[in-house]
């Protein structure tokens, strides 16, 4: 069995070599490849495009349609494991969970034991099959190196719905981010789409050809070189917040893609899903919930708020 997907070269595609601009697509679409993966069905045959033979050093033009035979992954087997969870609510339909820094919600490339997915089976957690073979459950997502809260649906009705919530923007997702520089307005909105970067395909950029992604934020405490924003989710992009805050100039602290190396001492960046709030799949009820800061967040906030002190004294 395999999937016959069509893509077509866009402007901002022009120049790409062919094996990363097909990995960084397919991968916007879902599909968990590597580039290495790519290039063997390159080598292989399973990709046609405007020349007669295709390799992966081609370069992209602009309105080119390239056609890729994804072969059938191979079955994964998603392995229960022991896991301390902290679980902020649960009932038939719903588990509500505060993710520690580090841990990856679902497996992946790279990712394959120690998923938040495998620790809620091994606590004989049913999820929803309909989030995928390796994402059963899995609604949406944080990156691994942000804490806080995600719900995932049980049951198929917890899936549509949930997902439906999302897809209108009526889900209720806010954070807490520590940022470099101190920001100028008290509040704001950062409207830029996102795409894939270009040229580094582990990354995102704010790009004409993205999707359209809306950030707002609040400024809770400025310090001299920092800021305590909160924020809002319109949207759901890979990488958002982080890729929206280093777009204005003020990228998170810790952040070891978007930011500076010169940062504040946090094992990932300083972000974390503070608030979340959704409709009960099944009761209709609005719930909302509410995850206290990470120890990490809470001591560089009051290093930094003794430093402030400390320098106003003086």
């Known amino acids: 069995m395999q999937t016959r997907w069509t893509v077509e070269a866009g402007a901002d595609d ?15 679409e879902g599909f968990d490849v590597s580039r290495s993966q790519v290039q063997s069905w390159l080598r292989d045959g399973r990709v046609s495009g405007p020349r007669l033979a295709v390799k992966a050093s081609d370069k992209v033009v602009s309105g080119e ?3 890729v035979c994804v072969p059938e ?17 649960e009932d038939a339909d719903v588990i509500v969970v505060n993710k520690a820094r580090g841990v990856v919600v679902h497996p992946g490339a790279g990712h394959h034991r120690g998923t938040l997915v495998a620790g809620l089976l091994g606590r004989g957690v049913p999820l929803s099959p309909l989030g995928g073979g390796v994402r059963p459950g899995v609604v949406h997502r944080i990156d691994k190196d942000t804490s ?43 409207d830029a789409p996102i795409g894939r970067d270009p040229n580094h395909r582990q990354r995102m950029a704010v790009r004409p050809s993205g999707k359209p992604a809306v950030t707002h934020f609040r400024v809770l405490h400025r310090f001299p070189a920092y800021s305590d924003l909160e924020l809002r989710l319109e949207t759901g992009r890979t990488h958002q917040i982080r890729v929206h805050m280093a777009y204005i100039g003020h990228p998170l602290a810790g952040d ?10 946090i094992d990932g960046q300083a972000l974390h ?3 979340l709030g959704f409709v009960h ?7 909302t919930f509410e995850a206290p800061l990470p120890d990490d967040m809470v001591a560089l906030l009051h290093q930094l708020t003794e ?6 004294a003086g």
């Open 14 to 28: 022009e120049g790409l070599r062919l094996d990363l601009w097909l990995t960084q697509a397919l991968e916007d």
């Open 65 to 67: 349609v390239y056609v």
């Open 73 to 89: 992954p191979e079955p994964v087997v998603m392995e229960p494991e022991s896991m301390d969870l902290d679980i902020v609510y």
């Open 148 to 190: 806080g809260l995600l719900v995932f649906a049980k049951t198929d009705l917890a899936y549509h719905k949930l997902a439906e919530q999302l897809r209108l923007h009526t889900m209720t997702r806010q954070y807490r981010a520590i940022v470099h520089g101190a920001l100028a307005h008290d509040h704001g909105t950062v």
């Open 256 to 265: 070891p893609v978007y930011g500076p190396r010169h940062t504040l001492p």
């Open 273 to 275: 899903a503070a608030t």
């Open 281 to 287: 799949p099944r009761s209709g009820e609005t719930l």
């Open 307 to 312: 430093a402030a002190e400390g320098r106003g």
